[in-house]
């Protein structure tokens, strides 16, 4: 079972590059989700989705754009990097139908440096 | 918005018990979660409380819910090695997608 797939798990950029994080999910859930995990400060929502072609912002939207073309994928893209996006990112998915509980499965996460 | 709280830092022993304490401000809580992290992994699930109970008890592992204090722990006993990582509180809002608040984490280390 693969779950949730992100790549890559490292990578460093300089600042103004661009680059994109990819997420993968086979389990078909509807919603999907972005944070980036800083010391002291937990996980914070990035981008969100509930569905192919919906997307809205969390609560760190600034300097991120996401897309949803598919189910199955929802990568993230930084358009001009900058040092304070040092952080490690993850992406989960969660089923968005019926009474489920909410769980969110979580990828193996993304570890970015930005010099 | 919705805040989660939660200490820092737990050290215990091994074979004690480790109480892992956090606080939220959302009222309309449907779920409230804990979630363990691993070094170098992601979080996954350790266990839930539906926002109506006061009490679950899975294995070795209690979660305490005062939703009028708004306060929920979560109790490891006979906490191992293993135990050691991160341990996230969590909420879900009421609405219509799955918004989850996510708190700081407590490290817990547990001393041989």
């Known amino acids: 079972n693969a779950g949730v797939t992100q790549t890559p798990k490292f990578q460093v950029l300089k600042t103004g590059q661009s680059m994109t994080l990819q997420c993968a999910q086979d389990?078909?859930?509807?919603?999907m989700s972005w944070y980036r995990q800083d010391p002291g400060m937990g996980l914070r929502l990035i981008h969100y989705?509930?569905?192919?072609?919906?997307?809205d912002q969390g609560e760190v939207p600034n300097g991120y754009n996401v897309s949803r073309s598919t189910t199955e994928d929802f990568p993230l893209r930084l358009l001009s990097a900058a040092p304070s996006q040092t952080s490690v990112y993850f992406c989960?998915?969660?089923?968005?139908?019926?009474?489920?509980?909410?769980?969110?499965?979580f990828g193996e996460g993304s570890r970015l440096t930005v010099l | 918005g919705e805040d989660v709280e939660q200490s820092l830092f737990l050290s215990v022993r091994e074979g004690d018990s480790s109480v892992i304490n956090c606080t939220y401000t959302?009222?309309?809580?449907?779920?409230l979660y804990w979630y363990k992290q691993e070094p170098g992994a992601g979080l996954q699930l350790l266990t839930y409380?539906?926002?109506?109970?006061d009490m679950k008890q899975d294995q070795r592992l209690t979660v305490l819910l005062n939703k009028k204090d708004k306060h929920l722990s979560l109790r490891i006993a006979d906490t191992q090695t293993g135990d050691s990582a991160i341990y996230f509180c969590?909420?879900?809002?009421?609405?219509?997608?799955?918004?989850?608040?996510f708190g700081t984490g407590t490290k817990l280390q547990v001393i041989p």
């Open positions: 989960a998915s969660s089923s968005g139908t019926g009474t489920n509980t909410g769980e969110l499965f």
């Open positions: 969590a909420e879900k809002s009421f609405g219509g997608y799955q918004k989850v608040t």
């Open positions: 959302d009222s309309s809580s449907t779920y």
């Open positions: 389990m078909n859930h509807e919603y």
């Open positions: 989705s509930v569905g192919a072609g919906i997307t």
């Open positions: 409380i539906f926002s109506n109970m």
